[in-house]
C-alpha cells in the first residue's frame, strides 16, 4: 500500500499570502495519478486537482499542483478567506489511498 | 444538477448490520465507477470500497474486507453497501462518490453529502 504523508498538519496563515502544502508518498505515483480534495466542515470534500497538476472544472486558477514520482505540492498562489479548509491528497495509482489532511487556518 | 445521496446510516451495536444507499442522478449511472469513502469523527479520509461500472470488480480496504459487500443497481441508478460485524471502530461518516471512469480506483469528481454510522453499545 502506497502512504501518503502530508505536511505540514497545519498551517497557519493571513489572506492574500501564498500557500504551499506538501504531499509526499512512500513509493513513486504511477504515472502521477495524484489528486487534491479540499473539505471544509459540514460539507464533501471537493476535487481541486488530478493528474498532479490538472485542474478540475470550476477550479480559480489560483490554486495549482505540481510534483512527480513521490513529492506533491499544492500552491494557492493568493489565500482568498473561503480557502481556509483541510486539504487531502489521494493518489490512485495502486488502489486508492489519501493523505492524513494539512488544515490551513486563518492566522 | 449531478447528485449522490446516501441513506440507511443510524446507530447500530457491536456484532450489528448496516445497509447504506446511495442514489445517484444528473449523470449516466452506469458509465462510472463508484465508491464509498469513510470519515472517522475529527479524522481524515479512508477509502473503504470501490465497483467497475457493471458490478463485475469489486476492492475493499483490508480493514472491511470479509465483512462489507458493495454493490449496485443501475437501474434504479443506485450504489450500496451491506456492512456486516460492525465494530466501534467503523464508526464514521460514509461518503459515496463517483470515479471519473468506468472503474473505481481512479480519483472523484461528485461526492454525496454522506450518512452517519455509529456502532455502539
Known amino acids: 500500500e502506497i502512504v501518503l504523508t502530508q505536511s505540514p498538519d497545519t498551517l497557519s496563515l493571513s489572506p492574500g499570502e501564498r500557500a504551499t502544502l506538501s504531499c509526499r508518498a512512500s513509493q513513486s505515483v504511477r504515472s502521477n495519478f495524484l489528486a487534491w480534495y479540499q473539505q471544509k466542515p459540514g460539507q464533501a470534500p471537493r476535487l481541486l486537482i488530478s493528474?498532479?497538476?490538472s485542474r478540475a472544472t470550476g477550479i480559480p486558477d489560483r490554486f495549482s499542483g505540481s510534483g512527480s514520482g513521490t513529492d506533491f505540492t499544492l500552491t494557492i498562489s493568493r489565500l482568498e478567506p473561503e480557502d481556509f479548509a483541510v486539504y487531502y491528497c489521494q493518489q490512485y495509482g495502486s488502489s486508492l489511498t489519501f493523505g492524513q489532511g494539512t488544515r490551513l487556518e486563518i492566522k | 444538477e449531478v447528485q449522490l445521496v446516501e441513506s440507511g446510516g443510524g446507530v447500530v451495536r457491536p456484532g450489528g448490520s448496516l445497509r447504506l444507499s446511495c442514489a445517484a442522478s444528473?449523470?449516466?449511472?452506469?458509465?462510472?465507477?463508484m465508491n464509498w469513502v469513510r470519515q472517522a469523527p475529527g479524522k481524515g479520509l479512508e477509502w473503504v470500497s470501490g465497483i467497475n461500472w457493471n458490478g463485475g470488480s469489486t476492492g475493499y480496504a483490508d480493514s472491511v474486507k470479509g465483512r462489507f459487500t458493495i454493490s449496485r443497481d443501475n437501474a434504479k441508478n443506485s450504489l450500496y453497501l451491506q456492512m456486516n460485524s460492525l465494530r466501534a471502530d467503523d464508526t464514521a461518516f460514509y461518503h459515496c462518490?463517483?470515479?471519473?471512469?468506468?472503474?473505481?480506483?481512479?480519483?472523484?469528481?461528485?461526492w454525496g453529502k454522506g450518512t452517519t454510522v455509529t456502532v455502539s453499545s
Open positions: 493528474g498532479a497538476s
Open positions: 444528473g449523470f449516466t449511472f452506469d458509465d462510472y465507477g
Open positions: 462518490a463517483k470515479s471519473t471512469v468506468t472503474y473505481s480506483y481512479y480519483y472523484m469528481d461528485v
